[in-house]
């Protein structure tokens, strides 16, 4: 059983900025925010200027060689990966070489058959085709076997990426990657698609580059989850104006029902990203490169069409996973670890369905199906406080292959090593006794949930990872008035008493806490603030985090 703490961000302090209330400048605070200087460019991120192409490292050597290229003719393949991010980058690069006259290609890897990154079998693939130049977007810093490969088969290689270094480098003509040693991330912590357009800025101009991509890495930007602050935060407020500029995005908006919305990071996030996540996700991601470079209405609605059905199709695998999961897990109470296997499970969701049980059960959940080969490959999920990496990394004998970061991974291992591994991993957890973390900004009371706090945490956005909403903590109330909601009773609804005061609580997926709630209303709870907007009134409205009793 792993426990659960709740720890305010008290250690940020607080210093009150002009003409904000104690409440709010402690939340600007606990964003870095100080002054009246740093506050004026968080709520004018439009107004602050992009940072220079030529502080990446090798950025310059980089646009030397593909310049070389272009004007010897050779043909360059862009070396893609199949999330949003990958197609992203890939469809920002292979455009800009082609406006500049390139002859180029690009080589997306197939999730179930390749699997992330570079493989000796698209090395070859290349060669057949005839490359001299490969430039990776969004992967390579970790394909050294495959980049000696390619130079032994003629090809060049230049290298953009955002992920980890090795303590060595590849050798090959350019690293251009965020994740440097010597290289300050803070300055501009960027995507694979940032550092795409980064190039392209370096290639063809600041202004070009931006008024053709600036949309396309402000999406990127959300839909791999960075973080929301300093540039990044600049080029997703100034993108999200530029999405309508791409056809394909356009015609994704209109299939997904959102055209006449306005564009905001959940647009960002829970319309377009997972849509074009979907075709890599559900077959092919090279649907999505192409409706990103489309410039023909009729074929990207097309295409746009063919994303939206993958999306509803990822959606319905999505929910028979987690439907499995929840038989394999009947009865199961609070568990220190989950580790699930299911032969016929699709890869390209075991993630998702992880993040879920992750949300549900509070601990580790790391899903496995059956690889193509026979074997085992999956995705894992942690929560706060939990390194999932590091558990991986004391498991690894029983792995042939695994990678990620803290809080999600992937691996690989083969069928008769599963219960070995389920055994030592579970076993690991438990052993470390490790402690399930969430973090919230204040204490408040339900008095203090008005309009006028609600209406200027909305001036916080956009939200996202590094600028989350901020989370609140109400002690002492009762909930009542408890009833399910939506389709098959998925939600939650509820009214929060604390005192005289009473506000509406929602909580999303989680219809089946009913009885629970009922059982024990009296508790201390966790919530986001949310403007309601009906008929005209404006209320608070509370999204649940977690409770106590």
């Known amino acids: 059983m792993i426990r659960r703490l709740w720890l305010s961000k008290s250690e940020y302090g607080e210093r009150l900025i002009g003409g904000f209330s104690p409440l709010i400048s402690r939340l600007l605070n606990q964003r870095g925010i100080r002054d009246e200087i740093d506050c004026y460019a968080f709520f004018h991120p439009k107004e602050q200027a992009l940072v220079s192409p030529f502080i990446l490292p090798d950025m310059e050597k980089a646009a030397l060689r593909i310049e070389r290229a272009i004007r010897e003719r050779e043909t360059i393949c862009v070396y893609g990966d199949y999330d949003a991010d990958g197609t992203l980058a890939t469809a920002i690069l292979v455009d800009c070489l082609k406006a500049l006259g390139g002859d180029v290609v690009y080589y997306i890897p197939s999730r179930h058959f390749e699997g992330y990154g570079m493989n000796l079998r698209s090395v ?9 130049l490969v430039v990776t977007v969004d992967n390579g810093i970790s394909a050294f076997e495959e980049i000696r490969a390619c130079y032994e088969a003629g090809m060049e290689v230049v290298i953009t990426d955002h992920h980890k270094c090795h303590e060595t480098l590849p050798e090959c003509e350019a690293v251009v990657c965020v994740s440097r040693e010597g290289y300050h991330r803070e300055r501009t912590n960027l995507c694979g698609a940032g550092v795409a357009y980064k190039l392209a800025w370096a290639l063809m101009g600041e202004a070009e580059a931006t008024r053709r991509y600036l949309g396309l890495a402000a999406l990127a930007t959300v839909a791999d989850v960075m973080p929301l602050t300093g540039e990044n935060r600049t080029i997703v407020v100034r993108g999200m104006e530029l999405i309508r500029e791409n056809t394909g995005l356009n015609a994704l908006l209109r299939a997904a029902g959102g055209e006449a919305e306005s564009i905001d990071e959940n647009t960002l996030a829970f319309v377009l990203a997972p849509r074009l996540n979907a075709a ?4 092919d991601a090279a649907r ?5 470079l489309c410039r023909d209405d009729q074929r990207a609605e097309e295409l746009a069409g063919e994303l939206d059905e993958a999306n509803r199709a990822r959606r319905e695998e999505e929910q028979r996973v987690l439907l499995d999961c929840e038989r394999l897990l009947e009865g199961e109470k609070e568990p220190s670890a989950l580790v699930l296997l299911g032969d016929d499970w699709n890869s390209g969701v075991v993630g998702i369905v992880a993040s879920r049980l992750v949300e549900r059960f509070g601990c580790p959940a790391i899903l496995l199906t059956r690889a193509h080969d026979g074997s085992l490959c ?5 929560v706060e406080g939990v390194d ?8 690894s004998e029983y792995l042939t292959r695994f990678g990620g970061h803290a809080q999600a991974a992937g691996l690989n291992l083969e069928r008769r090593s599963y219960e070995g591994f389920k055994k030592a991993f579970v076993e690991r957890i438990e052993q470390a006794k490790p402690a399930s973390v969430v973090y919230y900004d204040a204490e408040i009371s339900l008095s203090d949930c008005e309009p006028q ?7 916080f956005a956009p939200f996202g990872e590094g600028n989350e909403r901020p989370v609140f903590r109400l002690d002492g109330c009762t909930l009542e008035q408890i009833a399910v909601m939506g389709k098959d009773g998925k939600h939650l609804s509820a009214v929060v008493r604390q005192g005289s005061e009473a506000k509406r609580l929602v909580a999303f997926n989680l219809g089946q806490l009913a009885e629970e709630w009922r059982r024990e209303p009296h508790c201390d709870l966790l919530f986001e603030l949310r403007e309601n907007r009906y008929r005209g009134r404006i209320s608070c409205d ?3 985090i977690a409770r106590k009793t």
């Open 124 to 132: 070859a693939a290349m060669k057949e085709r005839g490359i001299g």
């Open 280 to 283: 890599g996700r559900m077959g």
């Open 288 to 292: 999505a490169v192409e409706l990103l």
């Open 378 to 382: 999956g995705s894992g999920r942690s």
């Open 388 to 395: 999932l990496f590091g558990m991986l990394q004391a498991c």
């Open 453 to 459: 706090i609600c209406e200027r945490i909305e001036s």
């Open 542 to 544: 509370l999204h649940y």
